[in-house]
């Protein structure tokens, strides 16, 4: 047994996925067998985009340099003056001798060619943008930093349906914060009150299955729950619950976290045919891990006019501390719809929230409602993503678009991160000899192990049951934890069943994960022991 008592472990069940797993960290540290820490908990990458980086570096050095034609004192420069910014900015950059900025002439090109941009309007936004001494201005997104994004978002899942020159574009920071706005723009304006119902696809990143059931909210959850004997797909069964227009909302993370699973063709057919029923239906669709399947096809494209989209750079790149998101939303969009359908007493109320940000605040956009909120309202004139951020999501961007013409498939840095993940997943699945899903809507971002079904699988039905009964849903993880030094996150947290722990595909070195596949094993085999003791002694 584990160091701790089964009071212990049900109030630790008590506690938030994560928060469990922070607890295990502390005892993998100085596990028993004294083997190095595993921490398979996170899903944070191991791995970094290097070239958007550097050059992100070298804007900031050409920025610096060029300021001082204003104001020259010592460490203090001033603005620098826009006009021919472009001639000197390629001036100053030596792509013979570094890729960067050979790239950087190439993505300023790019913008003009195909983007039909200004180049010095581009570069001025950027240099001006990465040394950041003025408020973002326009406030929800920079003028070319929106053509740019939305051009990536269109290469990398929208698959032929053309939709970036119909979504407005609010950047965050990263996903998380898209996340806590729309909640509480949703909330502020009516659009979700408190019982309302509100689907959600389960398994499910915890944070939408805590942030709903807040005080501040209190919504009823709707489950539309997927298994692992299914591959993980979701049945479209299960998407008819949408049709019912009491069901206001749908928060759906595609490709799922934990499952790892795209909604495919027959599950996004089901979601539109939802709509139809529910037409007033409004989808909040996190894909944060839509580049690591190919031919990724976002709900947003199915059903832009329902559907807020959520985006982040973090998990393709490796920039979880730049916080790089965002939102986007239809120029036609049910948000907006809902709101002119709200009664005459909301609207009076809304319109005098809003009303010391615009003058026709009946008229205000719901996206221009979330800027506007994310910053208390009273902070408006200060609002949006910092420069730096919206110039690094705008790097990232580029990179993807100089390597592909459309599709997002023959990207070699999408390619590598898709391979190293499938290579993990490889890795840890032999080592337990747990069955494999190599379809390619599998992202192999993280993995669900079965832990019972191991166990049966391994040593038979009756050793299952004996496990899945006499032990708390934890005392695996803390055992894997204490003895073995391995971190796992428990699955029940993003409501999988008991038994169904969560490994991340993203965050150790390669050779770790057999490794982790062999102290599962090893674990399941110390119970096992114990089993086989207390049966000889009946
Ligand atoms: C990691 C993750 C996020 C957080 O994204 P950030 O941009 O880093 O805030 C959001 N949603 C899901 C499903 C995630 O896995």
Redesign the pocket.
């Known amino acids: 047994m584990n160091n701790f008592s089964n009071q212990d472990e049900k109030e630790l069940e008590k506690l938030g996925a994560f928060e469990i797993s922070r607890k295990m960290l502390a005892l993998a540290q100085k596990n028993e067998q004294s083997n190095i820490f595993l921490n398979a908990g996170r ?1 944070n990458p191991n791995w970094i985009q290097t070239i958007s980086r550097l050059a992100f570096a070298r804007l900031v050095q050409f920025g610096v340099y060029d300021s001082k034609q204003t104001i020259d004192n010592g460490i203090m420069a001033g603005y620098m003056p826009t006009e021919g910014i472009r001639e000197r900015l390629f001036a100053f950059l030596d792509p013979d001798k570094n890729e960067e900025d050979q790239f950087l002439v190439d993505a300023v090109n790019y913008c003009h060619d195909t983007l039909k941009l200004d180049r010095d309007d581009v570069v001025a936004e950027w240099v001006n943008g990465v040394i950041g001494n003025d408020y973002p201005v326009p406030d929800r997104c920079l003028k070319n930093t929106q053509v740019i994004i939305n051009h990536y978002l269109q290469g990398l899942s929208y698959e032929g349906v053309d939709l970036e020159n119909e979504t407005q574009l609010f950047p965050t920071e ?4 898209a ?1 806590v706005y729309a909640f509480h723009s949703l909330s502020e304006n009516h659009l979700l009150n408190k019982g309302d119902k509100i689907a959600i696809n389960t398994p499910i ?1 915890t944070p939408y299955l805590r942030i709903p059931e807040l005080n501040d909210y209190d919504l009823v959850e709707v489950d539309l729950h997927s298994y692992e004997k299914n591959n993980w797909e979701i049945n479209p069964k299960e998407i008819e619950k949408l049709a019912d227009p009491s069901v206001k909302a749908f928060i759906v ?1 595609n490709p799922t ?1 934990p499952t790892s699973k795209e909604f495919d063709e027959t599950a996004l057919t089901a979601i539109k045919q939802a709509t139809t029923k529910n037409p007033d239906l409004m989808i909040i669709s ?1 894909e ?2 839509g580049a690591f399947v190919p031919h990724f096809k976002s709900i947003y494209s199915v059903v832009p006019y329902n559907t807020m989209l959520v985006y ?1 750079y ?2 393709l790149y490796g920039c ?1 501390g730049w ?3 965002v939102i986007g939303l239809n120029d036609e969009n049910v948000f907006d719809h809902n709101i002119s359908k709200l009664d005459a007493a909301d609207k009076a109320e809304l319109n005098k929230r809003y009303g010391s940000n615009v003058l026709d605040p009946a008229k205000m956009k719901f996206i221009d409602r979330l800027v506007a909120d994310s910053r208390s309202i009273g902070l408006y004139h200060t609002a949006g993503l910092s420069t730096p951020q919206q110039i690094m999501e705008s790097l990232f961007s580029l990179r993807h678009m100089l390597t592909t013409t459309n599709g997002g498939t023959s990207d070699p840095y999408i390619e590598i991160a898709r391979k190293l993940v499938d290579k993990r997943y490889q890795d840890l699945h032999k080592a337990m000899g747990a069955p494999e899903d190599n379809t390619d809507t599998n992202t192999h971002y993280y993995s669900l192990i079965d832990v019972y079904r191991l166990a049966e699988k391994t040593y038979g039905k009756e050793f299952r049951d004996y496990l899945a009964d006499d032990f708390q849903q934890v005392d695996f993880l803390l055992r894997l934890a204490e003895k073995n030094g391995v971190v796992l996150v428990d699955g029940v947290g993003f409501g999988a069943k008991p038994g169904e722990l969560r490994v991340s595909q993203a965050n150790l070195p390669t050779n770790d994960y057999a490794v982790i596949g062999k102290q599962v094993l090893d674990v399941l085999k110390d119970y096992y022991k114990e089993f086989e003791d207390k049966n000889s002694k009946k």
């Not at 990263?174 to 914060?177: D, I, Q, S, V, W």
């Open positions: 899903g990263g996903a998380t914060a996340i990143f993370v976290n996190d944060v891990y982040s973090s998990k979880t916080r790089l998101g």
